[in-house]
Structures are given as structure tokens and as C-alpha cells.
């Protein structure tokens, strides 16, 4: 399955975002979607993972409250709705797809190219 990233940008300081995740090539309900942030300096850290259906979801305790992970299985689309966002939160995006719901990188087979979000005034 192929995946790709949009939606980032630069923001201020308590703005928001909404990431995007385009999947083809695959069937998009087999697979765990998750996403994860790399910021300079930094390995890659879990954000927010999804179930196959989206009924559940679980997410990284810097952003919960904050970000809200979706998908639509109809679309082949995910997303990450980012509000209240912080200078810390400044990093490249990557979506993954994989076959278990978990918060380890590793076991994700499938990821997008990333797209880099910038938090500052």
C-alpha cells in the first residue's frame, strides 16, 4: 500500500492543523493506521494509532486532548486533526499502516513520506 502525507505547514503557537493520509494500492480496512512525528534531533515518536473500523484509538499523552486521529474507509483516507498546537510539536509527520495496534514504529510495514509541520511565532 502506498501512502502520502498532506497538510502540514507552518502555524502559530495555539493554531491548528489537519493532516491528511491518501492510501492506494491496497485494501485500507486490513490495516492498523497510525501516526508518528520525527522532530530535529529526535527519533521518531508515536503520535496516535487507529483500529481498522476507527472505533478505537489511542494516542501519545503530549497530544491527547489536543489531536484526534481519524479515517474514513470509504475514501482510503486517514487524518489528524491538531488543535491548540505547541512549539514542541514542531515536526515531520509520518502516516503507517500495519496489522497491529500498537505504538511501536517497527511494526508498521507501510509508511508515507512525511509531511513537516512547523509551530512558531
Known amino acids: 500500500v502506498q501512502l502520502v502525507e498532506s497538510g502540514g505547514g507552518l502555524v502559530q503557537p495555539g493554531g491548528s492543523l489537519r493532516l491528511s493520509c491518501a492510501a492506494s494500492?491496497?485494501?485500507?480496512?486490513?490495516?492498523?493506521m497510525g501516526w508518528f512525528r520525527q522532530a530535529p534531533g529526535k527519533e521518531r515518536e508515536f503520535v496516535a494509532i487507529?483500529?481498522?473500523?476507527?472505533?478505537?484509538?489511542s494516542y501519545a499523552d503530549s497530544v491527547t486532548d489536543r489531536f484526534t486521529i481519524a479515517r474514513d474507509n470509504a475514501k482510503n483516507m486517514m487524518y489528524l486533526q491538531m488543535n491548540n498546537l505547541k512549539p514542541e510539536d514542531t515536526a515531520v509527520y509520518y502516516c503507517?499502516?500495519?496489522?497491529?495496534?500498537?505504538?511501536?514504529?517497527?511494526?508498521?510495514?507501510?509508511w508515507g513520506q512525511g509531511t513537516k509541520v512547523t509551530v512558531s511565532s
Open positions: 487507529i483500529t481498522l473500523n476507527g472505533g478505537s484509538a
Open positions: 503507517a499502516a500495519g496489522f497491529t495496534f500498537s505504538r511501536v514504529d517497527r511494526l508498521y510495514k507501510y
Open positions: 494500492g491496497g485494501t485500507f480496512n486490513r490495516y492498523v
